[in-house]
């Protein structure tokens, strides 16, 4: 097998570019996809003061890692979700990256500043972990980008992310959330603008990135994600993919290109009703003299006494049990 | 072989040689979600695998939102 670009041995194969690679070329492929994100999304200038969304994985990582070489001035920001070993592990990863390239990392800690953390916070308001967890991270980011002054929040969604979520908000076609599913979030109503510049990348060529440039990362899934409905529509997508090579990467970037302009419309309406929290000023969507949904969730998750994971994944196992039951009956 | 595997962690053995793609075929992995490491090095379908070789197949799907 040989690379496509020098001829020389090849380290990995690309289907959906119909074609294989050498270390050197397979990164300089990779770059080179950022860029272009980068470029025809208007996602950074080179005098951005950039934040980094980092969780210790091997996307976070990667693409801390690519903007800084590629010459950005990059900060990265850990929270610490108190997922047992799990965050304690990926906590590990992110401050060595941090600290054996020289880079400032800030971290946030749910259990010792705002009194919480994960597990306690899904048994209290009995969602799914990762809607408590995804509403805690879009806060802190917003919040430290804004205390920072940073112009920009990067964060290290793929191509595998952008076109799993498109898919669940087409089998439901949630047509808001279609609207608003772009690489790009503007900075406006208080909120910083935020972009994603690995939607041209899938989460194999971000694993390998990191590989080959050395980056230790956490491997093991989130216990309190496994399984989740995400993961079965990537799995599915993998599915297409190994018949169809190229398949994620024409449907999520064949969206944007054909199906986001018509859409555009209703991404822009809605978003005008926009209100300052009255305890913590964050700006949210609720009506004058209310409260957003993050301190909400921090006054309900603090009083309660902390939850341990095991608990959680314990309950979430026995509830799929009792539900795959319920579907047979 | 030795072949480590994740989520969860555990290690089994292979006997005889195989290709990369046979292997992840047989141990019905698919491609698209997994990466197969060598001494800390990529190694594409096609390589033969010895019955000496110690390799990780790392899976590359994750969870989170």
């Known amino acids: ?329 | 072989m030795k072949v480590l595997l994740r989520n969860p962690r555990r290690e089994i053995e292979i006997e005889g040689r195989r290709r990369v793609h046979a292997l992840l075929a047989e141990l019905g992995l698919p491609r698209e979600s997994h990466l197969v490491i060598r001494n800390g090095t990529l190694i594409p379908g096609d390589e033969e695998l010895d019955k000496d070789d110690v390799i990780e197949i790392r899976p590359v799907i994750s969870g989170g939102f």
């Open chain 1, 1 to 329: 097998m040989k690379c496509r670009t020098c001829r020389g041995p090849a380290i990995i194969e690309l289907p959906r570019h119909n074609a294989n690679f050498c270390a050197e070329h397979f990164l300089q492929l990779c770059r080179r996809q950022v860029e272009k994100a980068i470029h025809d999304h208007d996602m950074i200038q080179k005098s951005d003061r950039v934040l980094v969304a980092v969780s210790g994985g091997k996307d976070s990582l990667a693409v801390w890692d690519m903007l800084i070489e590629l010459g950005y001035q990059a900060d990265g920001l850990y929270i610490a979700l108190g997922i047992g070993e799990y965050s304690e592990e990926s906590r590990e990863y992110t401050e060595r990256f941090a600290a054996e390239r020289n880079l400032k990392l800030t971290v946030v800690s749910l259990r010792d500043d705002y009194g919480y953390d994960i597990p306690t916070a899904t048994k209290v308001t009995g969602r799914v972990p990762c809607s408590a967890c995804g509403m805690s991270k879009r806060h802190l980011f917003d919040k430290a980008a804004v205390d920072g002054g940073y112009d920009v929040v990067v964060t290290g969604h793929n191509l595998d992310d952008e076109a799993a979520v498109l898919f669940g908000n087409a089998l439901r076609w949630d047509v808001e959330y279609l609207a608003r599913q772009l690489p790009v979030l503007p900075s406006r109503h208080g909120f910083p603008k935020k972009v994603k510049p690995l939607i041209r990348l899938t989460e194999r060529e971000m694993a390998a990135w990191c590989v080959i440039r050395g980056i230790d990362y956490i491997v093991e899934e989130c216990p309190m994600a496994e399984g989740n409905r995400h993961i079965g529509y990537k799995e599915a997508l993998n599915v297409l993919e190994e018949k169809s090579p190229g398949t994620k990467a024409s449907y999520y970037l064949g969206f944007l290109d054909r199906m986001a302009p018509v859409l555009a419309p209703i991404a822009a309406t809605g978003a005008d009703s926009v209100t300052p929290c009255v305890q913590c000023g964050a700006p949210t969507g609720g009506e004058e003299g209310s409260v957003c949904a993050f301190c909400r969730l921090v006054e309900r998750s603090a009083a309660h006494e902390p939850v341990s994971v095991e608990l959680v994944r314990k309950k979430s196992r026995s509830q799929k049990r009792v539900q795959a039951g319920a579907a047979k009956k």
